[in-house]
Nanobody, 115 residues
Framework: QVQLVESGGDLVQPGGSLRLSCVASRSISSIPIMGWYRQAPGNQRELVAEVASGSTNYADSVKGRFTISRDNAKNTVYLQMNSLKPDDTAVYYC??????????WGQGTQVTVSS
């Protein structure tokens, strides 16, 4: 089992930046896939970015603006978000997919982009 805790969400102006953090309860080096998803009111939860063994994947809407990274020593996955737009407003969730293809989710952190 994996417990995930997100933090870093805030209210920011368009064009601003935020860094989200996801702290896992055990070593993330043993977890095949870590990802960030987001969900706006009335919308489905969608993939933002994920990192697997030796590769990353991003939604088209965030390519060039967001970067997913990890710090294994801290059991933490980050999402650096630059050039934020109002359409980025959502609750952002961290997900871990284990070796048995079992998914664990964090509680979410709110990101609001508004002037």
């Amino acid at each position: 089992q994996v417990q995930l805790v997100e933090s870093g969400g805030d209210l920011v102006q368009p064009g601003g930046s935020l860094r989200l953090s996801c702290v896992a309860s055990r070593s993330i080096s043993s977890i095949p896939i870590m990802g960030w998803y987001r969900q706006a009111p009335g919308n489905q939860r969608e993939l933002v970015a994920e990192v697997a063994s030796g590769s990353t994947n991003y939604a088209d809407s965030v390519k060039g603006r967001f970067t997913i990274s990890r710090d294994n020593a801290k059991n933490t996955v980050y999402l650096q978000m630059n050039s934020l737009k109002p359409d980025d407003t959502a609750v952002y969730y961290c997900k871990a997919r284990t070796v048995l293809n079992y998914d664990y989710w964090g509680q979410g952190t709110q990101v609001t982009v508004s002037s």
